[in-house]
T-cell receptor, first 113, second 120 residues
Framework: AQSVTQPDIHITVSEGASLELRCNYSYGATPYLFWYVQSPGQGLQLLLKYFSGDTLVQGIKGFEAEFKRSQSSFNLRKPSVHWSDAAEYFCAVLNTGFQKLVFGTGTRLLVSP | DAGVIQSPRHEVTEMGQEVTLRCKPISGHNSLFWYRQTMMRGLELLIYFNNNVPIDDSGMPEDRFSAKMPNASFSTLKIQPSEPRDSAVYFC??????????????????FGAGTRLSVL
């Protein structure tokens, strides 16, 4: 069965510093991967997705993620974090039926002044 | 587009009462998903529909939970009777179902703002 691991429950980053959130997946074929962000009291917003092609994908709000098949990873990055990026970030993989999303447990990002 | 619309945003009820959560998917989307989010279990898929038909309800926790989609623009999730352990945030999401093998690109799920349910 597919699974997603986000090893960091919380991460604190200073404003202006770079960010990397880790995501590892377990999937038997080429995965379709997503990163969503959830701001407090809000629903999940899609940041970016990987289906095929270029392994470095660009998303909204200045985020990017790199798919590394050899490491079964899809880490999310941002070169300079803003205070408004404080939120919870979820990595997800689409299952073999192409409809069910399997989510990781999320990483809560705190941004310090 | 208004996005996925859920109502109510907050619901407080007493144990034993019936609770109905509502969802209006994005116009033109033909798949609808209900999720539950808790601290202990994270985001769990409860049930999803394609073209108003329930496809997979294996995530529905027990018979107290039921979901319907009477038409393409409306779905409900009902809990009867409600219990304190049902307290959670319930999300609805919609997408375009892949019509043919390989059309995975259509399956991007868009989420509503959620309903925060508190059962006292």
């Amino acid at each position: 069965a597919q699974s997603v691991t986000q090893p960091d429950i919380h991460i604190t980053v200073s404003e202006g510093a770079s960010l990397e959130l880790r995501c590892n997946y377990s999937y038997g074929a080429t995965p379709y991967l997503f990163w969503y962000v959830q701001s407090p009291g809000q629903g999940l917003q899609l940041l970016l997705k990987y289906f095929s092609g270029d392994t470095l994908v660009q998303g909204i709000k200045g985020f990017e993620a790199e798919f590394k098949r050899s490491q079964s990873s899809f880490n999310l990055r941002k070169p300079s974090v803003h205070w408004s990026d404080a939120a919870e970030y979820f990595c997800a993989v689409l299952n073999t039926g192409f409809q069910k999303l399997v989510f990781g447990t999320g990483t809560r990002l705190l941004v310090s002044p | 587009d208004a996005g996925v619309i859920q109502s109510p945003r907050h619901e407080v009820t007493e144990m034993g009462q019936e609770v109905t959560l509502r969802c209006k998917p994005i116009s033109g989307h033909n798949s609808l998903f209900w999720y539950r989010q808790t601290m202990m279990r994270g985001l769990e898929l409860l049930i999803y529909f394609n073209n108003n038909v329930p496809i997979d309800d294996s995530g529905m926790p027990e018979d107290r939970f039921s979901a319907k989609m009477p038409n393409a623009s409306f779905s409900t999730l009902k809990i009867q009777p409600s219990e304190p352990r049902d307290s959670a945030v319930y999300f609805c999401a919609s997408s375009l179902a892949p019509g043919l093998a390989g059309e995975r690109a259509k399956n991007i799920q868009y989420f509503g703002a959620g309903t925060r349910l508190s059962v006292l």
